[in-house]
């Protein structure tokens, strides 16, 4: 019996081409969009000890003290400081320096803030 109508579809060749360029590019991209959460996460440590380092001046001005704890300062400032998903250290703060230690647990650094900036 012959065939009148030509049969169309994909030979196995074309598919395991479109699968192989399919598995490079995400070889490739995997990676950096992994670095790309790291750096939000670090990201959003940075801005959680700026904020911190912000509660903390507005304490010594309106107090004449630093503060003890993240429970110390003003809620509304240090709001985006989720301490479920950060580590945040309050290392011997006094009257008359404070330094803060902020690292997302899924993040790869730990911002310290002191009086002269981030060390």
Do not use: W
Request: proline residues 1%; aromatic residues 6%; neutral net charge.
């Amino acid at each position: 019996m012959k065939r009148t109508k030509k049969q169309s579809g994909f030979t196995l060749i074309e598919l395991l081409i479109v699968i192989a360029i399919i598995g490079i590019l995400a070889a490739v991209l995997l990676p950096n969009l992994l670095s790309a959460r790291k750096r939000a996460y670090d990201a959003t440590a940075q801005t959680c000890a700026r904020q911190i380092a912000l509660a903390e001046e507005v304490k010594q001005i309106d107090d004449g003290t630093y503060a003890n704890s993240l429970g110390d300062l003003d809620a509304g400032t240090v709001q985006s400081c989720d301490t479920s998903v950060m580590d945040i250290t309050f290392n011997g703060a006094d009257a008359s320096t404070f330094s803060v230690t902020v690292s997302h647990h899924q993040g790869t650094k730990a911002f310290t803030i002191t009086q002269q900036g981030f060390q």
